[in-house]
């Protein structure tokens, strides 16, 4: 399809394992978002890409979150030693242009994360 | 820092009733936008709509409308003749226009809209 693509859909993890979770962009689109989503509440920034260079990673609520987009284009988000606090829906984002345009947000299904 | 407010945790009508979603906001920037994005039960949110801050007028699209006042800090939205597929979870968003990381977004708490048959 022509939309956000998340991988996968559903992770349960136990306590202390690592996770990847993968961002399909849209094809072209040179912003990517992560956002965190915890349930019953609003999204909340994790990180920001422009092609392959994170512009910001201020919203990471630990070192143990590490993103990369390494051509630009697909992206994962790796939590490391998961805690059960880390349980969320983690939302992708792109837009087509870059830092400062505003444009409107293209959102994945997310990935629900459940650490046990 | 900026902040969204939608203080309406959850909202019930029944089809065809009109309903308004409140959103107050506050920035310290001049300039800033302001989106409505809708998260049905799949999860994936849809953007609805998106404001700067120098356009106040008031816009419609079909059923949908938003009326955005600047003295009030607030951009609400309004569905007319409510259907049940407007069943869901409604974010009113602000990005700031200085803010260093592209259109970085500060979502509220989100709005549940349930429209019963």
């Known amino acids: 399809g022509a939309g956000v693509s998340q991988s996968p859909r559903y992770k349960v993890a136990k306590r202390g394992q690592d996770v990847a979770l993968r961002c399909d962009p849209i094809?072209?689109?040179?912003?990517l978002f992560w956002y965190q989503q915890a349930l019953g509440q609003g999204p909340e920034f994790l990180t920001y890409f422009q092609n392959e260079a994170q512009l910001d990673k201020s919203g990471l609520p630990s070192d143990r979150f590490f993103a990369e987009r390494p051509e630009g284009s697909v992206s994962t988000l790796k939590i490391q030693r998961t805690q059960q606090e880390d349980s969320a829906v983690y939302l992708c984002?792109?837009?087509?242009?870059?830092?400062?345009?505003?444009?409107?947000?293209?959102f994945g299904n997310g990935t629900r994360l459940t650490v046990t | 820092a900026q902040k969204v407010t939608q203080a309406q945790t959850e909202i019930s009508v029944v089809e065809k009733e009109d309903v308004t979603l409140d959103c107050v906001y506050e920035?310290?920037?001049?300039?800033?936008?302001l989106f409505w994005y809708k998260q049905p039960p799949s999860g994936e949110l849809v953007f609805l709509i998106r404001?700067?801050?120098?356009?106040?007028q008031n816009e419609i699209s079909g059923r949908y409308s938003w009326n955005f006042q600047k003295s009030t800090s607030s951009f609400n939205f309004t569905i007319t003749a409510s259907q049940v597929v407007d069943s869901a979870v409604y974010f009113c968003a602000l990005s700031e226009a200085e803010e260093t990381s592209g259109s970085r977004l500060t979502f509220g708490e989100g709005t549940q809209l349930t429209v019963n048959p």
């Open positions: 404001r700067n801050s120098f356009d106040e």
């Open positions: 094809s072209g689109h040179v912003s």
């Open positions: 984002a792109s837009s087509l242009l870059g830092e400062r345009a505003h444009s409107p947000l293209h």
């Open positions: 920035t310290r920037d001049t300039t800033y936008y």
